[in-house]
């Protein structure tokens, strides 16, 4: 958090808005995760201020408070927005909500979803509204020159394993080619510039490209056969994580949990030509524990953790695996996938393969 | 010509209109590479019925015309539109355009460009405007399983080099490389679903996912990093050849001109990275001479021509050499990069390159 302040965004979005008589009110101090309370807070000022629109100027969290907040500005109370992540209430109406990204992650800047947490609930619940949509993104690649390698690694991991969510629908490669293949082009993209960004944090080519290829993965163009229906369990699984332990950053998280998916359902023979054709086609292998070794290289690689207790640093027990697969289960959905909400024996089975190397 | 009568396609539409209430009038009869006779004809018929929209129900040549018809209604003589061509014109306002697409090729069903011809001028060329996106256009796979082979071939080699024109402004790959790598996916998509469709026309998958990597061939997706410009110098050098030879079908001309449009470059030492990065991702080959091989082995393998000579299915000889190069440099412009203009020295030895298997 913070970081519009120190890279100079805030200074150039603020003189901009100043240049050209928009007044504006400012809520800061969004947190990795985003919570409730803030969203709310956000809401009571901007009615007092009588704000007409929202200007998210920031990574994924912000555009996600942004978004809650661009909805809940048509409701009677702060509070009522949280129904619209419950399923409870649908959104008919948003202010405009515009965007200047300062993290290429979450590809939130390119469509109408919106993640937030209740600490209270231990509950981080998605959904999408076409109202959401930002109407204009701004996109810099000079200003993530500076940002931490980890919260690069952890754009990165988010932008590939979005486009795996896309794949991971589509059971026979051969149905899909056109998605296959572009969405191979897009987490070859996330590779090839995550390995340079590495060497050098401001290769202007490298940031570019990544800036791209994120917002491609969560557009839809590599879903475009399956009605841009993807599985997201994965990213369930996830948000289950971070809901019980908030400092989980989603990245870190989904890093963690990819492999253990895929293994999971390999294992089981589930999507076996998938699992086979991403192995040739992302890293010149032949085999799904080849996908799996693959995915785990590049973390490691990246220096990112692969085990449950790495991310939490510290051992993980019985009643951990207990309590996430509990939470879990609280999920409204635990996917959009029709035709496979994740049982409760298989979640706690993937929270189980999360502890091994 | 005419296969929507042969197809249901006709009738299905028509139908279609009639049950909504919605009254036309027929216009038919275009053939490859559309001619600019029939589209004055389509908006003299359009005006005396009093026409308020245009519905291209076709291919590429189709959806052209009908681009003509729809900027063409709006001006005050149906020959003024060939002006838009001359780029003495600029389009300002048009009908509004619908589609019913039978071929994927051009992808003109997700764009604003159009390209016509006259015969009497030798003078086939093209211009882009954003009032000529069809408002909607419709594209059912299962229409195309009754294609004849060489349509279809065209069609996978148009899409090819669409993508290719892309790519092709680039000479450092690394700077561009979500563009090579969801560009390389595009032409891997058609290449599989190529092969595909010559053992089972039939195959759904295959013209599903073919249709639809045709369409983001040109919908630009793989040059953002270009802000959308393409080389598109292969495309007019074909456009000279149909020109000339109006029997000459686009996707044809352009298997013949592409892999000696490569080899000219390549032979001066002009986007080396370029050709060896897709020599490798596209034929797991190493270098230029890799590329040219690899589309040619392609188009034998499809059963398109090579060469000019069996392009025309007659000896080429120094006039014909001639008379191409002579009507290239009649057009206005011979690409849309501002940077590189192909030079008449170098047209005349692409022209030449194509004489040779």
Redesign the interface.
Known sequence: GGSVFKNGVYTTVTQSLKENGIKFHLVSGVRANPEFGKVCQAITEAKEHGCNGVLAVGGGSVLDSCKAVAAGMCLDKAEDVWQCYEFKHIVTEALPLFCVLTISATGSEVNGGTVLQRDDLRKKFSFKSPHLYPVCSCLDPEVQAGLPWYQTTNGLVDAITHTMEFLMTCSDP??????V??????I??VL??GDTLQRDEKDY??R???M??AS?ALSG?AA??TGGLGDWAVHSLEHTLSAVHPTVSHGAGLGVLMPSYIQHHAQKGDRTALWERLAKDLFGGETWQDLVAGLKDMLKRWGHPTTLSALLDREIVEADIAQLTETFMMRPFSGYREDKVLPKDEAEAIYRLCCKE
């Open positions: 051969k149905e899909y080619e056109a998605g293949n572009m969405g191979v082009g897009i070859r993209t090839t510039c080519a490298a570019a490209n990544f791209w290829a491609c163009i475009i056969r």
